[in-house]
């Protein structure tokens, strides 16, 4: 009797992880990606909030970096919202190139994973998957800014999942989605911006430019394309259409 009611506890969370939760009504969608908009859009808000698109960022390249077999030493988060990724392996190839096209990539395409989960109704899922994600890259982390960042955004993530109730789990949920979706097309404009005015000559788009011989304007172009193409189909999802 004893190992059947301590198995039920875990039996009810594994379905409500997998199981499936009501969305929010459809005005409170359209409000929670009003708000995300609201905050990128606005100077003050966009800069702390910019530290979650470099998380992702950042760990975009990390985890790729993983993927393709290379080394990851470390990851670096910094007060200015800039990001460093040390990974140790073949300088050139096709996991170096994939590692380097990752990080202006991640956050959108987080988004646009997030959108489906949400769309098939897996609302606490996604907030337990981001929650592992960000426990996964603060054990990367070695700087202790970058540590008090993820801290911080996991805890939301933790604070939210664990003690909010179904209807603030949605909107929450709706809302970092939504934040990804859009916050991932600014940094692209930004990057564009400084590198017109002859700065960031290190960036993701210079690097690939050498690593792959083709203009640093192409992988801004696909930078473009994957934002506003993620930003669209994701918005579509979240919305219904």
């Known amino acids: 009797m004893q190992s059947t009611t301590t198995a039920a506890p875990a039996t009810d969370l594994w379905d409500r992880v997998t199981g499936t939760q009501t969305a929010p009504e459809f005005w409170l969608v359209v409000v929670t990606g009003v708000a995300a908009l609201a905050v990128v859009l606005w100077g003050p808000a966009w800069r702390p909030a910019r530290n979650a698109i470099t998380i992702a960022h ?17 990851i670096r988060l910094h007060s200015d919202t800039s990001g460093l990724t040390v990974s140790r392996g073949k300088p050139t190839g096709p996991g170096m190139i994939l590692t380097a096209l990752a990080g ?12 489906w989960l949400l ?3 897996h609302i606490t899922l996604l907030l ?6 960000l426990l996964a890259l603060l054990v990367m982390v070695r700087n202790a800014y970058g540590v008090l960042t993820v801290l911080i955004t996991g805890g939301l993530f933790v604070a939210v999942s664990w003690l909010a109730g179904s209807e603030v789990q949605a909107l929450f949920a709706y809302a970092a989605v939504w934040f990804l979706l859009i916050g991932g097309v600014r940094p692209v404009f930004e990057l564009q911006s400084k ?4 700065g960031a000559p290190d960036s993701d788009a210079d690097q690939l430019a050498r690593l792959t011989h083709a203009p640093a304007a192409i ?3 696909l930078f473009h394309a994957v934002a506003l193409c993620s930003l669209i189909g994701g918005g579509g999802w979240l919305l219904g259409r």
């Open 58 to 74: 950042e760990g975009g390249h990390g985890l790729i970096a993983l993927v393709t077999g290379r080394t990851l030493e470390g």
């Open 104 to 115: 202006y990539t991640a956050p959108s395409l987080l988004g646009l994973g997030g959108a």
């Open 119 to 121: 769309a098939s109704g």
């Open 128 to 133: 337990w998957v981001a929650t592992a994600l």
């Open 195 to 198: 590198r017109r005015r002859g």
């Open 219 to 221: 992988w801004l172009l």
